[in-house]
């Protein structure tokens, strides 16, 4: 083990399960260790390296703008989150963007939004239904909304005000709909929760539920938004539009970000009644602004989308192969692979020899979100890898 790891075990909190390798260095779609090793990167920062690894697009804009202005406070105009603010609107179904730090820090923002519309519009409502699976973050509230009791257990009483309700129902949120609530929240395809896709019809019957009870809807676009799903939003590909949604992840292409984004009618918010330190930090929106900039201009939605099926169509070959998968699903660049048994560890591990870096979703489960520019041939490359990893595991 490296002194790097020793020391981690020495001074960090320990509250991720690290996979022993100290990466040093990255370029598109590739990071290196501190030994010099190469490994192809299918995990891209959790779905956060849009663009890739130092991107210069990236880089560039943020190597300006640490030479320009670093920080002021919120009290003052400032040109990169106007910018930002801007493209968003403008190629989003959204009016108004609030920006913050990350994707817990956007949805407790939308819960917030979505709790003074309850108090201005609806009576008081502030109860948020949310789904069994999902994932909104780690804030003591996102986790009350999140619908997974092991992020919950450990941290009882929760916040009140979440009813978490069974996934893909459209009759649960119909039965958990009082005059207490203010919205639905979910995410358009679950990430953390196993990358679950929606049924035929489940947000189109969300959305007219809402209207129909004159409640709000909030996509949590934090894993899915950014092109990760072959289109810009998520939203897009199932003919609805939220009247609240969260970014983050991809955004900034790796620099900290957040954002909330709402309907005229929904965006409610007065001065002062909600903020934040470092939301909207010049740097960020800088980084924030290259990449979406780069991704519209590019196409690199259209990409995820072309790789994103190469990458299905790869992994499905292995199916194939090997009886011990028994699910390949996703969309885009948001794909997972699942086992009959608990072997995701193992096969996480051979593929690490194999200079492949992969997520482990379950202990059954495989993710893969590799950078958004990534082409066929590393997609190849990527599955020779996992193909050799899963043959040592056996058939
Ligand atoms: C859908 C979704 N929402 C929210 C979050 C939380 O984002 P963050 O870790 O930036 O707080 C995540 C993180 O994985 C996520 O996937």
Request: charged share 20%; with cysteine; aromatic share 8%.
């Amino acid at each position: 083990m490296s002194n790097w790891q020793e020391l981690e075990h020495k001074y960090f909190m320990s509250t991720v399960d690290r996979v022993p390798v100290t990466l040093v260095r990255g370029e598109g779609v590739w990071v290196w260790d501190e030994d010099g090793r190469q490994y192809l990167d299918f995990v891209g920062g959790w779905a956060v390296d849009s663009l890739g690894h130092c991107h210069p697009a990236v880089a560039e804009a943020v190597t300006e703008q640490v030479h320009t202005l670093i920080q002021v406070s919120n009290q003052f105009y400032t040109i990169p989150q106007v910018r930002l603010a801007e493209l968003l609107v403008q190629n989003s179904c959204l009016d108004k963007v609030f920006l913050c730090n990350s994707g817990a820090e956007a949805n407790e923002g939308a819960v917030k939004l979505a709790r003074r519309y309850g108090k201005l519009h609806l009576n008081g409502a502030y109860e948020v239904i949310t789904a069994t699976g999902s994932f909104h973050g780690r804030t003591l509230a996102m986790v009350a909304a999140s619908g997974q009791s092991k992020f919950q257990q450990p941290y009882l009483p929760l916040p009140v005000g979440f009813v978490n309700v069974g996934y893909n129902s459209i009759e649960a949120i119909k039965a958990a709909t009082t005059g207490q609530t203010c919205a639905v929240m979910l995410e358009p395809v679950q990430g953390e929760g196993g990358v679950n896709l929606p049924d035929d019809k489940y947000l189109t019957a969300v959305r007219a539920w809402c209207d129909q009870m004159g409640i709000l809807l909030i996509l949590d676009e934090v894993q899915t938004g950014v092109g990760r799903m072959g289109t810009l939003f998520a939203y897009e590909q199932y003919g609805i539009e939220p009247d609240i949604m969260t970014l983050a992840k991809g955004l900034a292409s790796g620099i900290p970000i957040g954002a909330i984004l709402a309907k005229d009618r929904a965006s409610v918010f007065t001065a002062g009644e909600h903020g934040s330190t470092f939301g909207g930090n010049p740097v960020a929106c800088a980084a924030g602004y290259a990449t979406l900039r780069f991704i519209i201009e590019n196409d690199i939605a259209g990409n995820a989308k072309r790789v994103g099926e190469y990458l299905i169509a790869g992994l499905k070959g292995l199916r194939q192969k090997f009886q011990f998968i028994t699910d390949v699903r996703g969309c885009g660049l948001l794909l997972a692979m699942e086992f009959s048994s608990d072997i995701a560890q193992s096969v996480m591990m051979a593929c690490l020899d194999g200079g492949l870096l992969v997520n482990r979703l379950k202990p059954n489960a495989l993710r893969f979100m590799p950078p958004l520019i990534i082409g066929n041939q590393e997609v190849d490359e990527a599955v020779g890898i996992l193909d050799k990893a899963l043959s040592s595991i056996g058939n």
